[in-house]
């Protein structure tokens, strides 16, 4: 296997974003139509402000949230660590080890 840089590997992706407002049970009922185990959490000028996935779900109900009246905001991972375009696959699994 090569190791490609992440903008190779992501070019043709459509990754799932909802605003941080956006309530956990409409994350979740996202994440279940598209078969995906994240939401990329997006601020006002629609930059990441966090990640949300199915453990934060969890967490959120084992603690007594109401999943529809629960923004993203309250439940998500804030702040996640990024990397850039030219990092590469291996950069990406150093930093997933490491994190």
Known sequence: MTNR???????????????????VREACHEMWT???GAVLVTGPNKGLVGIFTGRDA???????????NTPLASTMT??????????????????????
């Open 34 to 36: 598209r078969h995906v």
């Open 58 to 68: 969890v967490r959120a109900l084992s603690d007594g949230k109401d999943a529809t």
């Open 78 to 99: 804030p702040n996640p660590h990024t990397l850039g375009p030219d990092d590469t696959a291996i950069d990406a699994l150093r930093t997933m080890s490491t994190g």
């Open 5 to 23: 840089r992440l903008a190779v590997i992501v070019e043709m992706q459509d990754p799932l974003t909802l605003p941080s407002e956006a309530s």
